[in-house]
Nanobody, 118 residues
Framework: QVQLVESGGGLVQPGGSLRLSCVVSGSIFSINTMGWYRQAPGKQRELVADMTSDTRTNYADSVKDRFNISRDNAKNTVYLQMNNLKPEDTAVYYC????????????WGQGTQVTVSS
């Protein structure tokens, strides 16, 4: 059973920073992609950033130069450092891990709320 547990969300003022963490437990294939998605009220879930196991990254245009994704493969943990946060970053942030081994596997965390407000 694969489980993803996020932490680090909260309330922050505009211009502030937060660091999200996601620990993945259970059996996953070593060649995988870990990432973060977010969903604001009334909007579709969207990719924020992801990183492959060989450290290739992909960012949404709206967060480039403000957010940084990293991972610790030994700990099966992925991080999202969010700087210069804006009110439009307010959303529930979800951790995701996906890989392909004979078929596609896709796992999600329960989500953590990030609220940017003064």
């Amino acid at each position: 059973q694969v489980q993803l547990v996020e932490s680090g969300g909260g309330l922050v003022q505009p211009g502030g920073s937060l660091r999200l963490s996601c620990v993945v437990s259970g059996s996953i294939f070593s060649i995988n992609t870990m990432g973060w998605y977010r969903q604001a009220p009334g909007k579709q879930r969207e990719l924020v950033a992801d990183m492959t196991s060989d450290t290739r990254t992909n960012y949404a245009d709206s967060v480039k130069d403000r957010f940084n994704i990293s991972r610790d493969n030994a700990k099966n943990t992925v991080y999202l450092q969010m700087n210069n946060l804006k009110p439009e970053d307010t959303a529930v942030y979800y951790c995701n891990v996906r890989f392909r081994r004979f078929r596609r596997y896709d796992y999600w965390g329960q989500g953590t709320q990030v609220t940017v407000s003064s």
